[in-house]
C-alpha cells in the first residue's frame, strides 16, 4: 500500500524503498543470525544492511529535491516465524 504513494500526483518528494529481501530470512543452518538480534530486531550488521539500502536511495534522489519523504517496509523475522519459536 505505501508504494502506491510514491507515483502520485503531488508526491514527487516520497520515495519507497523495499527493504524486504534486505536481510536473511533463512532458517537452515541458523542463516539468520547473521543479521538478527532476535525475531524482531536486526543485529548491528542488519541494521547496516538497512542503512546502505536508505543512504543509496537518498544519494540517488539529493538532485532532484531537498524535503525528501521516504516509506519503508520491512518484515520483521517474527514474521517468518509464525508458530515456530526461535531461540538466539
Same mark, same amino acid.
Given at each position: 500500500?505505501?508504494?502506491?504513494?510514491? &507515483?502520485?500526483?503531488? *508526491?514527487?518528494?516520497?520515495?519507497?524503498?523495499?527493504?524486504?529481501?534486505?536481510?536473511?530470512?533463512?532458517?537452515?543452518? +541458523?542463516?539468520? /543470525?547473521?543479521?538478527?538480534?532476535?525475531?524482531?530486531?536486526?543485529?548491528?550488521?542488519? !541494521?547496516? /544492511?538497512?542503512? %546502505? %539500502? *536508505?543512504? +543509496?536511495? @537518498? @544519494?540517488?534522489?539529493?538532485?532532484?529535491?531537498?524535503? @525528501?519523504?521516504?516509506?519503508? %517496509? !520491512?518484515? &520483521?523475522?517474527?514474521?517468518?516465524?509464525?508458530?515456530?519459536?526461535?531461540? *538466539?
Amino acid at each position: 500500500m505505501l508504494y502506491a504513494i510514491a &507515483p502520485l500526483s503531488g *508526491f514527487s518528494h516520497v520515495h519507497y524503498i523495499d527493504l524486504l529481501g534486505t536481510l536473511s530470512m533463512e532458517m537452515e543452518n +541458523d542463516d539468520y /543470525k547473521r543479521d538478527w538480534a532476535n525475531e524482531m530486531h536486526p543485529n548491528e550488521e542488519g !541494521f547496516l /544492511k538497512m542503512a %546502505r %539500502r *536508505f543512504s +543509496d536511495a @537518498v @544519494v540517488a534522489c539529493r538532485n532532484e529535491c531537498i524535503n @525528501v519523504a521516504v516509506l519503508l %517496509r !520491512f518484515q &520483521p523475522l517474527a514474521a517468518k516465524l509464525s508458530s515456530r519459536r526461535a531461540y *538466539f
